[in-house]
């Protein structure tokens, strides 16, 4: 019997663009420097390599499905209840199921015009319409987010600092669109790149005053285990509660698990990290701004880089590319004129500014 089938996907998911990480390669050469995804030149620290080394061992094995060494490790470091915590491949994946669980059909995701893209894909995904509000000068504009609530909104996302513009807004600012959201929502904080900034808590101190507040943290940024997709939040008791009811049982395997425990507990990586990073991109920054490059104070762990244009940002980044250097253009993050570029280490740093040196040497005596 000759049958024709046609499932279709759920509404949203058509209207999705596909999320496209940064490159990696650049045919023709083998000396690539890749500046496209923000993470750690001096990758993890000894102890969570050990770890994740360890845990091979045992390959067979189901990991631990309630996560209970890391979630105690994240919860003596920072201080927190390890009751609150909830663990999941990634912050990306914490976004989507957020998203899965609390803003289906009619209800809207709010986030910044060149907020993360997870946000709209992840609402996208469930069938929830995305609200993009405008910042003013790559920064949240509190007033404008505020008027863009409404008794449909369902999720508020801000990341803190920001990618791709590496800003950052006080924590004023966050507690006054925290007393704007409704009662029908959550504002999320999204804190991917915290770590950076020196002693701020993500957020974790509001959480613990409210119950409409949650923080993300992932350890793909300055732990440097973005291959091992670990990630956690910190939420009032009825949000882990409906997470850990519909996240996978064994999201996270036994190396991201074991690597991730010892990772947060090496503080003296993360400081030394830290303060690498804050060093040579102040230097950079300033460097750029000499060659008539401008890019934002950032707090991250990378720069966004500003043209005259469209074109003269995609000339750069062709030309550092012609040079081995992979930076990430921007333009789906509505920032067409710019590239983002990851603080590498002081050889990466230089490389990336001798790149940009001799473009902008080439367009002025072109």
């Given at each position: 019997m000759d049958r024709t089938f046609s499932p279709?996907?759920?509404p949203g998911i058509l209207e999705i663009s596909p999320?496209?990480?940064?490159?990696?390669?650049?045919?023709?050469?083998?000396?690539?420097?890749?500046?496209?995804?923000?993470?750690?030149?001096?990758?993890?620290?000894?102890?969570?390599?050990?770890?994740?080394?360890?845990?091979?061992?045992?390959?067979?094995?189901?990991?631990?499905?309630?996560?209970?060494?890391?979630?105690?490790?994240?919860?003596?470091?920072?201080?927190?209840?390890?009751?609150?915590i909830v663990c999941g491949a990634g912050?990306?994946?914490?976004?989507?199921?957020?998203?899965?669980?609390?803003?289906?059909?009619?209800?809207?995701?709010?986030?910044t015009e060149h907020g993360f893209a997870m946000y709209r894909i992840s609402a996208q995904a469930a069938g929830a319409e995305p609200v993009?509000?405008?910042?003013?000068?790559?920064?949240?504009?509190?007033?404008?987010?505020?008027?863009?609530?409404?008794?449909?909104t369902r999720l508020v996302f801000i990341a803190n600092p920001n990618n791709p513009t590496g800003t950052m807004v006080s924590e004023t600012v966050v507690r006054k669109l925290a007393d704007a959201i409704p009662p029908t929502a959550l504002l999320v904080l999204d804190g991917a790149y915290a770590e950076y900034v020196e002693e701020f808590d993500g957020g974790a101190t509001l959480v613990?005053?409210?119950?409409?507040?949650?923080?993300?943290?992932?350890?793909?940024?300055?732990?440097?285990?973005?291959?091992?997709?670990?990630?956690?939040?910190?939420a009032p008791p009825d949000v882990c509660d409906m997470l850990n009811r519909v996240r996978g049982p064994f999201n996270i395997?036994?190396?991201g698990l074991a690597a991730a425990a010892a990772a947060v507990r090496d503080r003296d990586h993360v400081t030394r990290s830290r303060t690498m990073n804050t060093r040579l991109?102040?230097?950079?920054?300033?460097?750029?701004?000499?060659?008539?490059?401008?890019?934002?104070?950032?707090?991250?762990?990378?720069?966004?880089?500003?043209?005259?244009?469209?074109?003269?940002?995609?000339?750069a980044h062709s030309h550092l590319l012609s040079q081995g250097v992979i930076t990430r253009r921007v333009d789906e993050y509505n920032l067409p004129s710019a590239?983002?570029?990851?603080?590498?280490?002081?050889?990466?740093?230089?490389?990336?500014?001798?790149?940009?040196?001799?473009?902008?040497?080439?367009?002025e005596a072109g």
């Open positions: 279709q996907p759920n999320y496209v990480g940064g490159g990696s390669t650049v045919p023709g050469r083998d000396d690539v420097l890749k500046l496209s995804s923000n993470e750690n030149p001096l990758g993890p620290g000894d102890a969570a390599r050990d770890a994740a080394r360890d845990a091979l061992r045992i390959p067979e094995v189901y990991p631990a499905s309630d996560h209970l060494h890391l979630r105690t490790a994240i919860a003596e470091v920072h201080g927190l209840p390890v009751e609150g912050s990306d994946e914490l976004i989507a199921l957020l998203c899965r669980i609390y803003a289906g059909p009619g209800g809207e995701v709010v986030f993009a509000v405008p910042e003013r000068d790559r920064v949240l504009d509190p007033d404008q987010l505020a008027a863009a609530l409404s008794d449909r613990g005053e409210r119950g409409n507040v949650v923080m993300l943290r992932t350890f793909s940024k300055i732990h440097g285990l973005a291959s091992l997709r670990v990630g956690w939040a910190y395997g036994a190396p991109r102040s230097r950079l920054h300033q460097q750029l701004a000499g060659l008539g490059l401008e890019s934002d104070v950032s707090m991250a762990n990378f720069l966004l880089i500003r043209f005259e244009s469209p074109a003269e940002a995609g000339a590239i983002r570029a990851t603080i590498g280490d002081e050889a990466g740093c230089r490389r990336l500014f001798d790149g940009l040196e001799s473009f902008r040497n080439r367009r």
